[in-house]
Each structure stands twice: as structure tokens, then as C-alpha cells.
Nanobody
Framework: QVQLVESGGGLVQPGRSLRLSCEVS????????IGWFRQAPGKEREGVSC????????YYTDSVKGRFTISRDNAKNTVYLQMNSLRPEDTAVYYC??????????????????????WGQGTQVTVSS
């Protein structure tokens, strides 16, 4: 059974850091690309950062480049999102998801929710003073 379980969210002040974890079960990390998405109230879900399954290539949306880092630990079957220099506009529910359609580049995959068939339950990140 496939499961993606996020953790690590919380309330932080602007400029601080958080590390999100996505523990995957049901398939190894070299099977599907994994992405982090977020959804703020009243906004569409957007791709934040994604990692390809085979070569580990990454994509970041412009607003998080230089601040967020995606990584994975194959032994723990866990994907991480290190978020530094957090801003109030980063406030959202963060989801991890698996792209089960092996036809997109990691850049295209991360810009779409539709190829992602497996989703976690989400973890709230609130950046506020």
C-alpha cells in the first residue's frame, strides 16, 4: 500500500527555518519522482520543488530558489524539504506527492498536479511574527 506522510510543519517567525519530511512507503524512491507542493488559502496548489527518481535532478519554483533545498535519503525512503529564510508568503499547507507518469521532465512535472497520483495528507507551515 502506497503512503506518503509529511511532518515537520509548524509556526515560525520570518527568517527562520523548517525542515519538512515526507516518509514514503509502498515503493522505493528511485521508482517515482517526488515533489513538494503547497496550497495557501484561496490559491491554487503550486509545485515548490521536485526531484527526479533516477538521476536526482531537481526543480525549484522561482520564489524559493536559493532558500529551499530538496533532498532524499534512500535508506530511510524519505524526502526532505529544507526551508530557510522563510517569509510570510510561504505560509501554506505543504504536500508531498509522487509522479506516476514517467513522461515529463522534472520541470514540467513540478508545474502540474495531474501526473501526481499519490499524495500525503499535508502539513501546515505558518510564517508569522
Amino acid at each position: 500500500q502506497v503512503q506518503l506522510v509529511e511532518s515537520g510543519g509548524g509556526l515560525v517567525q520570518p527568517g527562520r527555518s523548517l525542515r519538512l519530511s515526507c516518509e514514503v512507503s509502498g515503493f522505493p524512491l528511485d521508482y517515482y519522482a517526488i515533489g513538494w507542493f503547497r496550497q495557501a488559502p484561496g490559491k491554487e496548489r503550486e509545485g515548490v520543488s521536485c526531484m527526479a527518481n533516477i538521476d536526482g535532478s531537481t526543480y525549484y519554483t522561482d520564489s524559493v530558489k536559493g532558500r529551499f533545498t530538496i533532498s532524499r535519503d534512500n535508506a530511510k525512503n524519505t524526502v526532505y524539504l529544507q526551508m530557510n529564510s522563510l517569509r510570510p508568503e510561504d505560509t501554506a499547507v505543504y504536500y508531498c506527492a509522487a509522479d506516476t507518469t514517467p513522461i515529463y521532465t522534472i520541470q514540467d512535472s513540478c508545474r502540474m498536479t495531474s501526473p501526481h497520483d499519490y499524495w500525503g495528507q499535508g502539513t501546515q507551515v505558518t510564517v508569522s511574527s
